[in-house]
């Protein structure tokens, strides 16, 4: 069993859909969660960075942490075709990052 | 604000010739420096990291080695390459302090024939 579980996709889904993209783990000692955006042949960009359980906003995404069952989303609102790209989650134990496959998303306008 | 360079955006080399990527960090000092390999479909793969310069760590044994002669310069290399060394190869830098995130350049895609 991987330590980080992501559907690789694709997700496609028409423009203005609400986008929910999830990730579990296995691994108890993640402390910190992270959510990459990555675009065909670049490097992955950082979007959210969280430590609790709970929910972090910014603009129009939402990261989700839920420790207790080791689940971890990212919500996208009103998505936009400049949204289809690879989503990766990533998690650090002691700086440490595992990486989640990606979950390829297609925004249909 | 921190930026961070790869080149070249795009490699192709024969197989058994020799290997030079560089990466280098600007507008931090100290930062950690990372190597990752990213296979189609497939997460990332830590190769190499270092908190220093002369300090590297290798996660995987393999053809690769890495080097760090300068604070926010970081070198990934080969003496021979494989065919198996194929793949888009990223590199990242955080800071020092703290658990901070990693921030990646737009990689280097490698073409082994």
């Known amino acids: 069993q991987k330590e980080v579980e992501q559907d690789p996709g694709p997700l496609s889904v028409p423009e203005g859909a609400i986008v929910s993209l999830n990730c579990t783990y296995s691994?108890?000692?993640?402390?910190?969660f992270m959510w990459y955006r990555q675009y065909s042949r670049k490097g992955p960009e950082l979007l959210m960075y969280?430590?609790?359980?709970g929910n972090k906003e910014d603009g129009r995404f939402t990261a989700q942490v839920d420790k207790s069952s080791k689940y971890i989303s990212l919500f996208i609102r009103d998505s936009q075709p400049s949204d289809s790209a690879t989503y990766l989650c990533?998690?650090?134990?002691?700086?440490?990052?595992?990486f989640g496959s990606g979950t390829r998303l297609q925004v249909q306008p | 604000s921190q930026t961070i360079h790869q080149w070249p955006a795009t490699l192709v080399q024969p197989v058994g010739s020799p290997l030079s990527l560089e990466c280098t960090v600007e507008?931090?000092?100290?930062?950690?420096l990372y190597w990752y390999r990213q296979a189609a479909g497939r997460g990332l793969q830590l190769l190499f990291y270092?908190?220093?310069?002369?300090?590297i760590s290798s996660e995987v044994p393999q053809n690769l080695s890495a080097s760090r002669p300068q604070d926010r310069q970081f070198i990934l290399s080969s003496k021979k390459l494989l065919l198996s060394d194929s793949g888009f190869y990223l590199c990242?830098?955080?800071?020092?302090?703290?658990?901070?995130?990693?921030?990646f350049g737009d990689g280097t895609r490698l073409s082994i024939l």
């Open positions: 990242a830098w955080s800071a020092r302090q703290g658990d901070q995130p990693q921030h």
């Open positions: 691994n108890s000692a993640f402390q910190y």
């Open positions: 969280t430590y609790s359980s």
């Open positions: 990533a998690m650090m134990e002691r700086r440490a990052l595992t």
């Open positions: 507008g931090t000092s100290n930062p950690n």
């Open positions: 270092s908190v220093g310069i002369g300090q």
